[in-house]
């Protein structure tokens, strides 16, 4: 099963309808203020939650009227409508998760949602937060990247923990071997993929990969 995630953040609607042509899902949340993007987006979600302190009440009847399934959370809460959202995905033990609207104008909410890759990556689920520009994933073992499917021309490693080791590249301009990066170094900005697929793999650690096109 594959979930998709609106979230409240930024989104350009026009690329949600352009990538969602291509790429297909078995359920769809929308989260709060995601609810009017999917909306602009013409996605009927099949769950609509959070507190709805931002959506438009008009846009809330239109779901309502469709029958969308609601789950209501008090505005005064632990988690976030994108942090709900995330754990309602992974109970249905998806393959994959893709969170669109998890960045944006308020850096808090996208930290915070970076960091909810955590809960996808312990749970061995594949989890990706896509933007205009970016496709961020965070990783515990291997990954391949396609130069076909790369979502821009820079690959950036940076570490979530402390230190990342035994850090292993083919198919990028700058290939490692068994190094390591901590919190703070900057080594693992702008890589960029020299053959049609590039493999990262690693012994330790949580290491987030992010592919940017300006």
Do not use: C
């Not at 953040?9 to 995601?34: M, Q, R």
């Not at 793999?201 to 300006?214: A, C, F, M, N, W």
């Amino acid at each position: 099963m594959k979930v998709l995630i609106i979230t409240g953040g930024k989104i350009n609607s026009n690329l949600l309808k352009e990538y969602l042509k291509s790429h297909s899902y078995d359920y769809i949340i929308a989260a709060d203020g995601g609810g009017a993007y999917a909306k602009e987006a013409g996605i009927i979600p099949d769950l609509l939650l959070g507190d709805f302190d931002t959506l438009d009440k008009q846009v809330l009847k239109e779901y309502q009227e469709m029958g969308v399934e609601f789950m209501t959370f008090p505005p005064e809460k632990d988690y976030t409508d994108t942090h709900l959202a995330l754990i309602t995905a992974l109970a249905k033990n998806p393959e994959q998760i893709t969170i669109f609207g998890a960045t944006g104008t308020r850096l808090d909410h996208t930290l915070a949602n970076i960091g909810l890759l955590t809960l996808a990556v312990h749970a061995d689920v594949k989890a990706e937060i896509i933007d205009e520009n970016n496709r961020i994933q965070m990783m515990k073992d291997h990954l391949t990247i396609k130069k076909e499917e790369a979502w821009g021309k820079y690959i950036s490693l940076l570490p979530y923990t402390e230190k990342v080791a035994g850090i292993d590249l083919e198919g990028f301009l700058y290939p490692l071997h068994k190094a390591e990066l901590t919190i703070g170094i900057s080594r693992g900005i702008s890589n960029e993929l020299v053959k049609e697929q590039g493999t990262i793999s690693i012994e330790s650690g949580l290491l987030l990969v992010i592919e940017s096109r300006d």
